[in-house]
């Protein structure tokens, strides 16, 4: 297998790392959607056509969580084999897995296989590429068994030891990759009071969507806050803002809603809430019925999803990092100052104008994706708009359009699903080659023009 992956990066060697990595995933879709289409991947024994298996091998790759199906009810102990397997290879990234195959059978990391990791998790240099791999593992495996045991713990008070300990499994990989993939009829809904439960799912999704990057630093520094890096100090800020401020506004909006918060005691509404805005960055799950919500609820939520997890993580969105940058630029326009600056640190400028250029390529690929959902579907706003940013962040929570797509907006959605995953991460990359490759020494007369 490793040899098999090194002949597919000679093969494409004249490829950029980031059309390497959009290839890879595309091939592990293909692979999963194909097994998914088998008799022995349905419950039932009679196949799923192939366009809704080529849905939930996306959804699972790019760890989004929107199903077609529900996943205990429609699939084998094969088929929800192949999810688990799919979310696992699509958190971690392909590169991670190939890496760890060639390790396995001891051969040697090359030079274009590190430009690839580099690329995957958005690192500055080359150097430790091998060293920041085996710390993915590492943390993979350590937090994913330690979310299994907690899980299977609580599960065994409702079942068997055996089916707790599956059900352990898979949430925890589902939750720490921020797949939001359950086998339950209603998600978490029925665990909406359960502190315990509540609190295991909300650790592995925090952690899921910090980045490896991010885990890497505080594991291995022990110079206290102060010399965190720029960009951890970033993540962990806004991180904990979007976390914090949207739980007060979650629990205000929905406290007197029937449907939602309305019939739980403070504490519970608050956990709820807190769990709601957790969950709706990128992970899918939820305690409390989406399409419950009202509507300024769902737009809270739309923006939360929009933004997403931090880079080199399980999450998708615009990203962390790149809305704090986004904000920063904005206050230093506000200001009149001349450098951009972030916790007594200079940013430079092309990352600021690259952060938002991100925000706004993902802006116009949600726009695309309502319209199209709009035009295909024809249901209302609100709903559609959820749908497409809920794909785009890769998040998985869904008002109920997801079951009821046509074949163009299933087409759509796995578009935006792939598109959200991978956009990015490869358009940070693509603009700095572009800027280096078209540098010219003789620039074109300038001219002034009038904005705002």
């Given at each position: 297998?490793?040899?098999?992956?090194?002949q597919?990066?000679?093969?494409?060697?004249?490829?950029?790392?980031?059309?390497?990595?959009?290839?890879?995933?595309?091939?592990?879709?293909?692979?999963?959607?194909?097994?998914l289409?088998?008799p022995?991947?349905?419950?039932?024994?009679?196949?799923?056509?192939?366009?809704?298996a080529?849905?939930?091998?996306?959804?699972?790759?790019?760890?989004t969580?929107?199903?077609?199906?529900?996943?205990?009810?429609?699939?084998?102990?094969?088929?929800?084999?192949v999810?688990?397997?799919?979310i696992?290879?699509?958190?971690?990234?392909?590169?991670?897995?190939?890496?760890?195959?060639?390790?396995?059978?001891?051969?040697?990391?090359?030079?274009?296989e590190?430009?690839?990791?580099?690329?995957?998790?958005?690192?500055?240099?080359?150097?430790?590429?091998?060293?920041?791999?085996h710390?993915?593992?590492?943390?993979?495996?350590?937090?994913?068994?330690?979310?299994?045991?907690?899980?299977?713990?609580?599960?065994?008070?409702?079942?068997?030891?055996?089916?707790?300990?599956?059900?352990?499994?898979?949430?925890?990989?589902?939750?720490?990759?921020?797949?939001?993939?359950?086998?339950?009829a209603?998600?978490?809904?029925?665990?909406?009071?359960?502190?315990?439960?509540?609190?295991?799912?909300?650790?592995?999704?925090?952690?899921?969507?910090?980045?490896?990057?991010?885990?890497?630093?505080?594991y291995?520094?022990?110079?206290?806050?102060?010399?965190?890096?720029?960009?951890?100090?970033?993540?962990?800020?806004?991180s904990?803002?979007?976390?914090?401020?949207?739980?007060?506004?979650?629990?205000?909006?929905?406290?007197?809603?029937?449907?939602?918060?309305?019939?739980?005691?403070?504490?519970?509404?608050?956990?709820?809430?807190?769990?709601?805005?957790?969950?709706?960055?990128?992970?899918?799950?939820?305690?409390?019925?989406?399409?419950?919500?009202?509507?300024?609820?769902?737009?809270?939520?739309?923006?939360?999803?929009?933004?997403?997890?931090?880079?080199?993580?399980?999450?998708?969105?615009?990203?962390?990092?790149?809305?704090?940058?986004?904000?920063?630029?904005?206050?230093?326009?506000?200001?009149?100052?001349?450098?951009?600056?972030?916790?007594?640190?200079?940013?430079?400028?092309?990352?600021?104008?690259?952060?938002?250029?991100?925000?706004?390529?993902?802006?116009l690929?949600?726009?695309?994706?309502?319209?199209?959902?709009?035009?295909?579907?024809?249901?209302?706003?609100?709903?559609?708009?959820?749908?497409?940013?809920?794909?785009?962040?890769?998040?998985?929570l869904?008002?109920?359009?997801?079951?009821?797509?046509?074949?163009?907006?299933?087409?759509?959605?796995?578009?935006?699903?792939?598109?959200?995953?991978?956009?990015?991460?490869?358009?940070?990359?693509?603009?700095?080659?572009?800027?280096?490759?078209?540098?010219?020494?003789?620039?074109?007369?300038?001219?002034?023009?009038?904005?705002?």
């Amino acid at each position: 297998m490793a040899n098999y992956q090194s002949q597919v990066i000679k093969k494409f060697k004249g490829l950029g790392p980031a059309q390497v990595l959009v290839l890879g995933f595309a091939g592990t879709i293909l692979v999963g959607s194909i097994l998914l289409a088998l008799p022995v991947s349905s419950a039932n024994g009679e196949p799923i056509p192939y366009l809704d298996a080529l849905f939930t091998a996306t959804s699972a790759v790019c760890v989004t969580g929107l199903v077609l199906y529900n996943t205990a009810d429609q699939f084998s102990a094969f088929g929800q084999g192949v999810i688990l397997a799919l979310i696992q290879i699509g958190g971690l990234g392909i590169m991670t897995m190939s890496v760890l195959l060639s390790l396995l059978v001891g051969k040697r990391i090359t030079l274009k296989e590190r430009l690839i990791i580099q690329q995957a998790y958005g690192q500055f240099g080359l150097s430790g590429m091998v060293k920041l791999i085996h710390l993915v593992l590492k943390v993979t495996l350590i937090v994913e068994f330690i979310g299994a045991l907690l899980l299977s713990i609580r599960f065994s008070m409702d079942y068997e030891w055996k089916e707790a300990i599956y059900l352990g499994v898979f949430h925890s990989i589902s939750a720490f990759n921020n797949a939001g993939f359950d086998l339950f009829a209603n998600s978490l809904e029925a665990f909406t009071t359960d502190v315990y439960l509540n609190i295991v799912f909300m650790t592995l999704i925090i952690l899921g969507g910090f980045g490896f990057t991010v885990v890497a630093e505080l594991y291995s520094r022990r110079l206290g806050y102060r010399g965190l890096s720029l960009h951890t100090k970033l993540v962990l800020w806004v991180s904990a803002a979007l976390i914090l401020l949207p739980t007060f506004v979650i629990m205000i909006s929905e406290y007197t809603n029937p449907q939602t918060l309305g019939n739980l005691s403070v504490g519970e509404k608050f956990m709820a809430a807190l769990f709601q805005s957790v969950t709706s960055r990128t992970a899918g799950f939820n305690t409390i019925p989406t399409d419950g919500l009202r509507p300024f609820t769902l737009l809270t939520i739309v923006f939360l999803m929009f933004i997403g997890g931090s880079p080199a993580s399980t999450a998708g969105g615009i990203k962390t990092t790149t809305f704090g940058a986004m904000i920063a630029s904005i206050w230093t326009t506000i200001t009149g100052k001349q450098d951009i600056e972030v916790f007594n640190r200079r940013l430079p400028r092309e990352i600021a104008d690259r952060a938002i250029a991100i925000a706004m390529m993902a802006f116009l690929l949600v726009s695309f994706t309502t319209f199209g959902l709009l035009a295909t579907e024809g249901k209302e706003l609100m709903p559609t708009l959820f749908e497409a940013t809920s794909a785009f962040g890769t998040v998985g929570l869904s008002t109920g359009l997801t079951e009821d797509l046509s074949s163009a907006g299933k087409m759509l959605i796995i578009f935006t699903m792939f598109a959200g995953r991978l956009g990015p991460l490869t358009l940070a990359t693509a603009l700095a080659q572009k800027q280096k490759q078209f540098q010219k020494k003789i620039h074109l007369p300038e001219e002034r023009l009038l904005v705002g």
